[in-house]
RNA sequence: GUGGGCGUAGUGUAAUGGUUAACACGCUAGGUUGUGGCCCUGGAGGCGAGGGUUCAAUUCCCUCCGCUCACCCCA
């Protein structure tokens, strides 16, 4: 029996890596375009942390969470999300001294039990950025435009935003109380799955696929209706900033959905969520929001704070459905191609090319006419032709294997072919 | 955890209750003496596992496993 990689996990092949490259290079010089700077916490943590930070009643952590009981007796857990790793870095190191707020991104694989389907697997890697630190809305409108600058800079199109203010938790009890009684009132017009949803989650119920329900739940009870004092001022505030990202970023625009719930325990007013406009089922690319609460629940000083988590996997499947172009792997600069006893020096000349920093493969011992289509199917821009003729003459064979490309006579030594490359790459 | 779809070379597909299971791409060896791509000719490589029906199963039936899509939930 062959082994097989774990279920919900992948392989990425070199072939697939111009995608990775390509996503990991963007998140990161928009990350430095907005002076967020990069953070990197363990892969595992105490198991605490996240029942703490995600919230015990979340599916999270009640049934997706790889945790284990190491050698020592406590128990770890292979991290869900990063948000409560960052937090739990900001508190243990004491970045409240840093000038706040403190602008951290990461990019990272995180692990969650769930069967594999479109757009999800247990091993999937995530883009995320945090401002903690600062609870004023332009840090809100900030986030948000850099999820927004990281998804066009990818070159992906056709991507919505839609927002939604949870308020605080003083507003929230009234609103869900009467969210309940709204659902309540109509509970015979909801699929089941729906009237359990109400008895759980009564907040998922607005987020419901099922089409019965998304009638009900526009006419609902609206959250921004429940929210007040400064609540109600940085959803303001918040939305004449996004009103002027719209001048900025001529494809920019939003929409307030009131049917935008998360599911994280930990989130407060702003939450959002980028999507394509003709998302599967699992299509949300970016979503993220206000998280005030978290350092507290964490046993931090209340600290505010506000983030968003980017899906590489989907961002990458997306820009594949859209056919976007990503830069290829370039191929080596040279092949060496040996013949008769030949061998041992093409061997060196590989060596000394590469310490001169000239990317050069050796082709595999077979048959000339083996070796020249090894050097054309990896790209390679030159072939340098080694056989006992050129061993003892002192002149090797330099040939060009672009479309048309010529061959030259060169004196046989790593600064002659290393010259003569490069000059014919310059051009 | 629940439900649907699907398992034939590395990949994508085809056919068949009965001889060597086909095609394309890929891989590999060649196409005269030491020159790639295009073209031509060879070669290697496969019926997910187990059980049942049958004279005979890749084909029909069952179980398991795997993949996939969807629900739940979420990036």
Known sequence: MN??????????????????????????NVANQFGYRRIDTPIFEDTNLF???????TDIVQKEMYSFEDHGG??????????????????????????????????????RYERPQAGRVRQFHQFGVEAIGDSSP?????????????????????????????GDSEGREDYISDL???????????????????????????????????????????????ISGEAKEHWDALLVLLDSLEEIYPEFSYKV??????????????????????AGSQG??????????????????????????????????????QELPVNSSKGPEIVVVTLGDAGAAGAALASGLRAANVSTV?????????????????????????????????VASVKSLAEGGGQSEVSLDVTSIAEHVRADGDQ
């Not at 995608?19 to 998140?27: E, I, L, M, N, R």
């Not at 029942?51 to 009643?57: H, K, L, M, Q």
């Not at 978290?294 to 594949?320: D, H, N, V």
Request: charged share 30%; aromatic share 8%; net charge neutral.
């Open 362 to 394: 050796l082709a595999p011992k077979r048959s000339m006419k083996a070796q020249m289509r090894y050097a054309n199917s990896q790209n390679a821009a030159n072939v340098v032709i080694l056989g006992d003729r050129e061993v003892a003459t002192g």
């Open 180 to 226: 309940e009684k709204y659902f309540f009132g109509v509970a015979d017009r909801l699929p089941k799955i729906d009237r359990d949803r109400l008895n759980r989650a009564p907040l998922r119920v607005l987020d419901s696929k099922a089409k019965e329900t998304q009638a009900l739940a526009d006419a609902a009870p609206k959250s921004v209706d429940y």
């Open 284 to 321: 949300t690319l970016i979503a993220g929001g206000r998280y005030d609460p978290l350092m507290g629940i964490l046993g931090g000083q209340e600290t505010p704070a506000i983030g968003f988590a980017a899906g590489l996997e989907r961002l990458i499947l997306e820009l594949k459905k």
């Open 138 to 166: 332009e840090v809100d409108a900030e986030i948000i435009e850099l999820g927004w600058k990281y998804i066009a800079d990818l070159g992906i199109k056709n991507v919505t935003l839609r927002i939604n203010s949870l």
């Open 74 to 111: 406590d128990s770890i857990t292979l991290r869900p999300e990063g948000t409560a790793s960052v937090c739990r870095a900001y508190i243990e190191n004491g970045l409240h001294n840093l000038p706040q707020p403190v602008r951290m991104y990461y990019a990272a694989a995180m692990f």
């Open 51 to 57: 029942e703490r930070g995600v919230g015990n009643e």
């Open 3 to 28: 082994f097989k990689r774990p279920r919900g996990t992948a392989d990425i092949l070199p072939e697939d890596q111009p995608y990775w490259g390509h996503v990991y290079d963007v998140a990161r």
């Open 257 to 278: 959905d009131h049917r935008l719930v998360r599911g994280l325990d930990y989130y407060n007013r702003t939450v959002f969520e980028f999507e394509p406009a003709d």
